[in-house]
């Protein structure tokens, strides 16, 4: 059981480049969710899924797309990379999106667009 | 969702009890009061969660007044490892599920 697995852990971008933020977890869990956290923030919610082929925006979903082809597979889509976009980005699942469920997270995706 | 107001740091000496307060005056009945703590820049690491009751597990312990507008985490014996920055969430029962991190609590365990 590896839990909420991130790759890479690292990247740097170039503004304008595209990439994708692998999200996978092992943990049969409906609910998968991105956060990005800037320097001294909180976690700030980008986009949700509560299951395969659903998909819905959080709080700072613009520069951002996400599919749900599976129940384990999240992945995090920049599509014109900008440097405000330099975060540290956090990959989460749940059982359910309903309140009562413990939220696991992944390590972490440290992200820096030049 | 609910806010919550925690202090912006805490002390505490190694191997006492760490007491962490949170006010969360506008909860609702449905919701869920969670405590997470996020060491260095790692993923942020679950703790414990409750809605009306008292709860214990093998980190900690969350106590919840009587009106649930307020809760304290209880790390029985802190240790150096404890050093973290401790997030008061509550959850709100939607579709959306957005957990409001605010900027926690950073608590540091005094040799």
């Known amino acids: 059981n590896a839990g909420v697995t991130q790759t890479p852990k690292f990247q740097v971008l170039k503004t304008g480049q595209s990439m994708t933020l692998q999200c996978a977890q092992d943990?049969?869990?409906?609910?998968m969710s991105w956060y990005r956290q800037d320097p001294g923030m909180g976690l700030r919610l980008i986009h949700y899924?509560?299951?395969?082929?659903?998909?819905d925006q959080g709080e700072v979903p613009n520069g951002y797309n996400v599919s749900r082809s599976t129940t384990e597979d999240f992945p995090l889509r920049l599509l014109s990379a900008a440097p405000s976009q330099t975060s540290v980005y956090f990959c989460?699942?749940?059982?359910?999106?309903?309140?009562?469920?413990?939220?696991?997270f992944g390590e972490g995706s440290w992200l820096t667009v030049v | 969702d609910a806010k919550t107001t925690q202090p912006t740091s805490m002390d505490c000496a190694e191997g006492r009890a760490a007491n962490l307060p949170c006010n969360h005056s506008?909860?609702?009945?449905?919701?869920?009061v969670y405590w997470y703590r996020q060491i260095h820049s790692q993923g942020p690491q679950y703790i414990i969660h409750?809605?009306?009751n008292n709860e214990t597990n093998e980190m900690a312990s969350l106590i919840i007044t009587e009106d649930r507008k307020s809760s304290t985490l209880i790390l029985p014996h802190a240790t150096l490892r404890d050093t973290a920055v401790y997030y008061c969430?509550?959850?709100?029962?939607?579709?959306?599920?957005?957990?409001?991190f605010g900027t926690g609590t950073r608590l540091t365990i005094i040799p």
């Open positions: 506008t909860i609702s009945g449905n919701e869920y």
């Open positions: 969430i509550v959850r709100a029962n939607f579709g959306n599920e957005k957990l409001t």
């Open positions: 943990m049969n869990h409906e609910y």
């Open positions: 989460a699942s749940s059982y359910s999106w309903q309140s009562g469920n413990t939220i696991y």
């Open positions: 899924s509560v299951g395969a082929g659903i998909t």
């Open positions: 409750g809605l009306k």
